[in-house]
Nanobody, 127 residues
């Protein structure tokens, strides 16, 4: 089984909501850091949200603060990204990431720095 499996993407109208899920298994189970990145067509990977430890410490990109919420089910080691008030500019492939330890804030916001990355799930927001 893949170490990170995302689900929940889809097509939604502007102003709508979606919930993304990322199930960790095997060697990623119990990862200390988990988070979400996104990649829009023609652009690089952009940090969206991150969570440290059991979830008491979270970080968000400025343009999703107040709209997106990252959370974690400790029993199943599944991380969620609840996305509200979606905008067309949120359209992207969303990737789950995990790392076994926290290094620093800059590494948290660097897609390539994470130990594991999921296959991505498409989110499309129509205007």
């Amino acid at each position: 089984q893949a170490p990170l499996v995302e689900s929940g993407g889809g097509l939604v109208q502007s102003g709508g909501s979606l919930r993304l899920s990322c199930a960790a298994s095997g060697r990623t189970y119990g990862s200390y850091v988990m988070g979400w990145f996104r990649q829009a067509p023609g652009k690089g990977h952009e940090f969206v949200a991150g969570m440290i430890g059991r979830g008491t410490t979270t970080y968000y990109a400025d343009d999703v603060k107040g709209r997106f919420t990252i959370s974690k089910n400790l029993a199943t080691n599944t991380v969620y990204l609840d996305m509200n008030s979606l905008r067309p500019e949120d359209t992207a492939v969303y990737y789950c990431v995990a790392s076994l330890s926290y290094r620093d804030y800059d590494k948290l916001r660097s897609y390539e720095s994470h130990d594991y990355r999921g296959q991505g799930t498409q989110v499309t927001v129509s205007s």
